[in-house]
């Protein structure tokens, strides 16, 4: 009474907090609480969800969720099979986009317990797998969740009869059981490897776990635990024909039978007077037996003992009808049989065209990121190339600008001191002298004395032109009497070889700076050359024949004139012949 008062104002408190409280962070700590009555009380957990079902409706996804996996829970925890996946697929899906660590590993782990309760052990097992990845990815610590899911994977491998397997899950499962100092669980640990090694005959493996698992429950003094571990050993050693041992254990076991098992017992019990001979004691307890089992195999072995002891006694009706009863609970059974192995055989073939279409899914999605890929990557690609041509484009049109402007500038200084800019200033001085010669008609003074001082102006200039050719032909002059002028024409006039060394270089751009002031400064203004390219441009400079340079700077006449091209190009951007670009560095 006690035990259900607490229950009632357990559900009667967390109600009420539910319809005081409508924040998210208060539903989320009520579906806790109820989360941790799951696991003492589920059946009153099962009752407060479905009085929350109506108000959960409003909210948010990750509340539902939660409330959803806690139903999913909750069934499962009050053994209700489920009957389909439409529910825990999407929780599953949920989690696993929102990567929700805290929640996913228990998502997956109740997708294997749908599957299972769905007969469809691969895909089952491929969710417990997936939740021990998880956890072992994302190291997360859950003993609990770990041993049931090894319990759960051990089992699905005893119903696939892959008993290799099985001992290992089961060992895992004890070992997080240890952990977690939960005798109980031990105990069933222990009793599930024991069954693994009877089902495979290994008896001795078998008889060492049950005994474990008896001594466990001893230790923690739970008669009803015990029971249960030696009726089932009390089972085998009657089927192993070591009756003694069984009923040894059997009298151990009838202390504290549970309903869950009492059918069990009678089953055992009945076999041991069976097998002993005191067929009267072995007919009361099939009797019994019948009465309280709905299984097909013990009803079956039920009717078909009973039978042979019905035939032993010479009462052959008697033993007609228990024959008769055996054969329609075998046919039953083996249909059953059938029936299973059919549907292991479907749910294989299902999960392997589920796997095939899973692969199909990934390969095809894995195509598209690729091709999603390799096009965003053949447009960045594309784009950065395109960036790069077009700042080099750039450049080179502010190069091409720039290098115009320098030329420019150049060819306005050497019209500045040409014989060009004194004609053109000649026939400005003719009509400055024919407007001021008007001025004075018209007795303009203010315009005579402007008009005046431009013609003054712009004849100073002509004188300053003037001196500077005959001080450029001086230069000029000068220039032919240095050495290496000389060297260098008088070598040309014998035809003789011309070897410069890097002195003889040295005082030939000495002597045409002296001429021709900034000269190579101003070649290097307009382009950056090398070291042959000046050279050339030095030669060309003091009219060394074309000829005579290629053997100078150790070059094919061809590969003079090539080059000639190419300084043209530099200097003004564009392209012309080799006597253009004489022409250039002459006038420079």
């Given at each position: 009474m006690d035990m259900k008062l607490h229950n009632f104002l357990y559900l009667f408190i967390l109600t009420s907090w539910l319809t005081a409280c409508h924040t998210d962070s208060h539903t989320t700590y009520l579906l806790r609480q109820a989360d941790s009555l799951l696991n003492v009380q589920p059946d009153s957990a099962q009752t407060l969800l479905r009085v929350w079902e109506d108000s959960m409706a409003n909210q948010p996804e990750d509340i539902q969720m939660y409330y959803q996996l806690l139903c999913i829970k909750a069934n499962d925890k009050n053994y209700i099979a489920h009957t389909s996946d439409s529910l825990i697929l999407p929780i599953v899906a949920y989690y696993k986009k929102q990567r929700n660590k805290t929640h996913l590993p228990e998502a997956l782990y109740y997708a294997g317990r749908v599957y299972s309760d769905l007969n469809d052990a691969p895909r089952a097992l491929e969710y417990y797998q997936q939740a021990i990845d998880v956890m072992k990815h994302e190291k997360l610590i859950d003993y609990n969740l770990s041993s049931r899911i090894y319990s759960q994977m051990g089992t699905l491998f005893v119903y696939q009869e892959l008993y290799n397997e099985a001992p290992e899950m089961f060992r895992k499962a004890y070992w997080y059981d240890s952990l977690l100092k939960d005798s109980t669980g031990l105990v069933f640990d222990l009793r599930d490897i024991g069954r693994v090694f009877a089902s495979i005959d290994q008896r001795d493996s078998a008889v060492y776990y049950f005994n474990r698992a008896g001594e466990m429950a001893l230790l923690i003094k739970d008669s009803t635990l015990l029971s249960m571990v030696y009726n089932e050993l009390a089972g085998n050693y009657i089927d192993w024909h070591e009756y003694s041992k069984g009923?040894?254990?059997?009298?151990?076991?009838?202390?504290?039978?549970?309903?869950?098992?009492?059918?069990?017992?009678?089953?055992?019990?009945?076999?041991?007077?069976?097998?002993?001979?005191?067929?009267?004691?072995?007919?009361?307890?099939?009797?019994?037996?019948?009465?309280?089992?709905?299984?097909?195999?013990?009803?079956?072995?039920?009717?078909?003992?009973?039978?042979?002891?019905?035939?032993?006694?010479?009462?052959?009706?008697?033993?007609?009808?228990?024959?008769?009863?055996?054969?329609?609970?075998?046919?039953?059974?083996?249909?059953?049989?059938?029936?299973?192995?059919?549907?292991?055989?479907?749910?294989?073939?299902?999960?392997?065209?589920?796997?095939?279409?899973?692969?199909?899914?990934?390969?095809?999605?894995?195509?598209?990121?690729?091709?999603?890929?390799?096009?965003?990557?053949?447009?960045?690609?594309?784009?950065?190339?395109?960036?790069?041509?077009?700042?080099?484009?750039?450049?080179?049109?502010?190069t091409i600008l720039l290098q115009q402007e320098k030329l420019k500038r150049l060819q306005k200084e050497q019209f500045q001191y040409s014989q060009a800019q004194i004609i053109a200033n000649n026939e400005k001085i003719k009509k400055l002298s024919t407007l001021l010669h008007e001025a004075k008609q018209t007795n303009d003074k203010l315009r005579q004395n402007l008009l005046q001082a431009q013609k003054d102006w712009i004849e100073k200039a002509n004188i300053q032109i003037e001196a500077a050719q005959v001080v450029k032909e001086s230069s000029w002059a000068n220039l032919q009497q240095t050495e290496i002028w000389k060297k260098l024409h008088q070598s040309i006039d014998k035809n003789g070889i011309i070897k410069m060394t890097d002195t003889d270089w040295t005082e030939l751009t000495k002597v045409i700076e002296e001429t021709y002031p900034n000269f190579v400064q101003r070649l290097n203004e307009l382009c950056t050359l090398s070291q042959k390219e000046l050279q050339v441009c030095l030669l060309i400079k003091i009219n060394i024949p074309l000829t005579q340079i290629a053997d100078i700077v150790c070059s094919s006449k061809q590969g003079i004139s090539s080059l000639r091209e190419r300084l043209y190009k530099k200097f003004v951007g564009e392209k012309g012949k080799p006597k253009d670009c004489d022409n250039f560095i002459r006038n420079l």
């Open positions: 009923y040894e254990k059997l009298q151990i076991a009838q202390q504290k039978i549970e309903t869950l098992s009492i059918s069990v017992y009678y089953n055992n019990i009945a076999k041991y007077y069976y097998y002993t001979n005191e067929l009267d004691s072995a007919i009361y307890y099939y009797k019994k037996n019948l009465s309280f089992n709905d299984s097909y195999v013990h009803k079956a072995s039920a009717y078909e003992d009973l039978a042979q002891i019905a035939s032993k006694q010479n009462n052959f009706t008697q033993a007609l009808s228990y024959y008769e009863q055996y054969m329609l609970y075998e046919d039953s059974l083996q249909q059953t049989v059938r029936t299973a192995a059919i549907d292991k055989i479907h749910t294989l073939y299902n999960y392997q065209q589920y796997k095939k279409e899973n692969l199909f899914l990934k390969q095809k999605t894995f195509k598209q990121k690729q091709l999603l890929f390799v096009t965003i990557f053949s447009l960045v690609f594309l784009l950065l190339i395109g960036i790069v041509f077009w700042q080099k484009q750039k450049r080179k049109e502010q």
